[in-house]
């Protein structure tokens, strides 16, 4: 089963799960883009949206995701925020098709422990963002050489339906280039899910 199609089937009840326990670090990682009055910010693998309620009026958002029915329910929320500068658009996060530089800011929350290659994703959100410009990432990810027996033997199956819960951040980071990281703080379920702020040179 593709992560496309197993996100298919969990859209209907994707908010329950995740929206309650992830809304306080979505506001808390989205405060990290400070004054962003007439920027373009990119929402790579937006989902349901659940960061659209959450964004700054004062800045103009592209929101893309893989998953035809979770940017139906992200559709819904934009519609409802009338006065929020947002577009949504079906995209592949480890392959976007836009320019480069082409946004101030990146934000990716949640998605890099979901793909296959969360080197790609980053790499693309490297290539996309200005100089200077911000990559606001919010996820599970284990500290090197963590032993996580389980979450290591159990990884395999979760990332082919949901999520891989095996990622580290660090090797992730070495396959990347021209960009440095800022902060690197703990969020939920002791510091598994982390804030990590990164930054374009």
């Not at 908010?15 to 808390?28: N, P, T």
């Not at 009338?82 to 101030?104: C, K, R, S, T, V």
Request: charged residues 20%; aromatic residues 6%; proline residues 5%.
């Amino acid at each position: 089963m593709s992560l496309k199609h197993s996100y298919s089937l969990l859209a209907p009840i994707y908010d329950k799960i995740v929206a309650s326990a992830s809304i306080a670090a979505r506001r808390k990682s989205l405060s990290k883009l400070g004054n962003i009055t007439n920027q373009t910010i990119l929402l790579a693998g937006i989902g349901t949206g659940l960061d659209i309620p959450l964004l700054d009026t004062s800045a103009r958002y592209i929101g893309t995701d893989i998953t035809p029915n979770m940017l139906k329910r992200a559709q819904l929320r934009a519609n409802a925020a009338a006065e929020l500068n947002i577009e949504l658009q079906l995209g592949d996060a480890m392959q976007m098709e836009f320019p480069d530089q082409q946004f101030d800011h990146v934000v990716l929350h949640l998605i890099l422990a979901v793909v296959p290659h969360p080197e790609k994703v980053l790499a693309e959100a490297i290539r996309l963002v200005k100089p200077g410009g911000k990559i606001l990432i919010y996820d599970k990810f284990l500290r090197p050489n963590q032993t996580a027996f389980l979450r290591r033997l159990f990884s395999p199956i979760t990332g082919k339906l949901f999520s891989r819960i095996d990622v580290e951040f660090e090797s992730v980071l070495r396959q990347c280039n021209h960009v440095e990281l800022l902060e690197d703080e703990p969020s939920l379920l002791g510091g598994w899910f982390r804030h990590i702020l990164l930054r374009k040179l």
